[in-house]
């Protein structure tokens, strides 16, 4: 379509958008609300637009480290085609952050430029130009992942020709604020900074001396919207005469502060929480005294320190489960006790504990109850799930950090991506690690020194990185098994502390971070291994997830090669457990739309083929997986599950059982020789 051609059909969009709205026109044409919602986003949108664009400009008040993140993929994109663009942006009041400024002026296909604070811009305009037509989005959304993601705003979007009164005015008001801004160049911006720094000084002094003088009490730790909806769920188990009941809930929601709450309700007299590690079991305490004040005498059982006096009890499963500690206490000893990360339970430490101790109500606690091991973590806990947040709803919630997801391509050797079958010297070669500290830098994290994991395939690998990245001026070291628990928690100390002169840059580790282990302010994970599990890969995303004082966002850096289970990165990052191929593909194309919040999904191209191409050829219907979905969906429901629960369950696409043995029924009668059936028995499956 010409650009002649293109003149009847915009005037069909106008008469559709402001006219008559049941009027037939073309829908890229049509003026439109944009708004953040869960179908749609308004940095969608702008992504679209700048995907087919052959320029652009934006004239925004402000423009945030988060903002650039959600952008920085598409804008690293136009940078390789030579798409050009212009970006006005503001001091006004100092929001403009320099680290922002600094990624923007180093694509260089951008001309940054700044108003003075004295002019008080405070416009938000994105103007995007094709052969055919330009697109104005002009509202509320400043260039900050809220606004482009969340936070509820108006913009309009229309699309105009290049000879429109509105546009020719738009482009006149552009040029007229570029002529008087002034470029941002690296000097420019030591300047800037300073500034920058000095005024957030100023402000957070105000802040702090205005909360000193406050007669206002310190807000008191109360249930937030998904504690409260557990809190109703189990008094109501309780009302009914159960003992036990699971909660499933995503790392970082605030599991242990529900049980906190529980038993506050709940008043044992004598209360036990058992954890897998030490250093969990005193942090758990600590929220138990700021809960219950000095109201309780409250102990530590553990390896090196043993409180059998204590009113409440927090203990180490390796600990309690010692039969010369576990005889100590009757069986009735406790009338309330609290199980974390209850998966593990089918381990003999764990069965040991469940099956010595009856308490008046028993809580399991986690995050990811499915298991393959043949244990059924429903049953043990009567089919009462009082509880179900998966990752998903806590980021609708508001709960977790919001997370910005970049897959990138990993090296290729002789021409070929890394493999399944890559050597282990390739794994660990120079340009490995260059390719790991380049994508690093250029996506970084979301303010201050990068506090990162690394996640590797084998334990040789992580040593070797780390050897390989220390001798590049990075501070990282490499845990696995070998690592006691003292050296893990000073790692950790190490990674997180802004004080220490040992400080740590990145943990590079295999299995032992995949969960239990509690580091809210990491902002940065890469991942240097092929998913094998969309579970293990939501555990180590999980890592990163936490809330932390002064951190925005979490990075996650994904090198994907030419890996048979690239299918199961969508599986993991959208919470789709369907396996069905259309759907992957789908959701791979709508990129950021159907993450929830302020979270975004980004692939570069190669990366963005090689997880097609796994899906094309993945085998996603083999007897054993199928088997292993329907036995977990039966042991979460207590009974043979129909072809609806897959669907309202959100599990697998039950027409694979159908496909796989000629109808539900058959495969069915497979796993439980049930025998013949009625019609009416037969439909209902």
Sequence with gaps: MNNIDVIPELHKSLITGCIDGSSKSLEEYQPKLLLNSPESKVLSNIITELKKCDE?????????????????????????????????????????????????????????????????????????????????????????QDALCKNQEWNIKITTSSHGSLIVDTFEEFNRLYKCATPVTPEWLDTYKEIYKKQHEIKRRVVDEFEEDSIVPVRPIIPNKMQSSALESLKLLRSEGNKKALLISATGTGKTYLSTFDVKIVNPKRFLFV?????????????????????????????????????????????????????????????????????????????????????????????????????????????????????????????????????????????????????????????????????????????????????CCRVEEAKELSEKLNLKGYRTIALSGENDEKEREDCIERLESDEREDYLDYILTVDIFNEGVDIPSVNQIIMLRPTQSAIVFVQQLGRGLRKAEDKDFLTVIDFIGNYSNNYLVPIALYGDSSYNKDTLRKLISTGSNLIPGASTVNFDQVSKQRIYEAIDTARVNSYKELKEDYLLLKYKLGRIPSMMDFVEHGSRDPMMYVEKDGSFYAFIDKQENIGALSPLQIRRL
């Excluded at 690293?76 to 663009?85: A, F, H, S």
């Excluded at 009041?93 to 002026?105: D, S, V």
């Excluded at 180093?106 to 994105?126: A, M, P, T, V, W």
């Excluded at 089918?346 to 028993?362: D, K, Q």
């Design 56 to 144: 652009f400009f934006f004239s925004v008040a402000f423009v945030t480290n988060s903002g650039v993140a959600v952008l920085i993929e598409t804008l690293k994109e136009l940078e390789k085609k030579e798409v050009r663009g212009k970006i006005i942006v503001s001091e006004y009041q100092y929001f403009t952050e320099p680290r922002a400024l600094e990624r923007l002026i180093g694509l260089k296909n951008l001309d940054i430029r700044i108003i003075s604070e004295e002019q008080h811009l405070h416009s938000k305009g994105y103007i995007l130009r094709n052969n055919k037509t330009i697109s104005l989005i002009v509202g509320s959304s400043n260039l900050t």
């Design 275 to 455: 954890v897998h590690r030490e250093n969990i079991a005193r942090t758990v305490m600590k929220s138990f005294k700021r809960i219950f004040g000095a109201s309780k005498k409250m102990g530590i059982l553990t390896g090196s320190e043993k409180d059998f006096e204590a009113d409440y009890i927090f203990s180490t499963i390796q600990t309690l489960s010692k039969p010369d500690i576990l005889k100590k206490f009757s069986p009735d000893y406790f009338d309330y006790i609290v199980i974390d990360e209850v998966h593990r339970s089918g381990a003999t430490s764990y069965r040991t504990i469940l099956e010595h101790f009856n308490p008046n109500f028993l809580l399991g606690m986690t995050a990811t109850p499915e298991r393959t091991d043949g244990y059924d973590i429903f049953k043990a806990f009567d089919y009462n799930i009082a509880y179900e947040i998966r990752l998903h709803t806590a980021l609708e919630e508001d709960m977790l950090s919001p997370f910005h997801y970049y897959g990138v391509t990993d090296i290729s050797i002789d021409g070929k991506l890394l493999d399944d079958y890559t050597e282990f010297n390739d794994l660990v070669s120079n340009e490995r690690v260059e390719r790991i500290i380049e994508n690093s830098k250029f996506y970084g994290c979301d303010r201050g020194r990068i506090k990162g994991l690394i996640f």
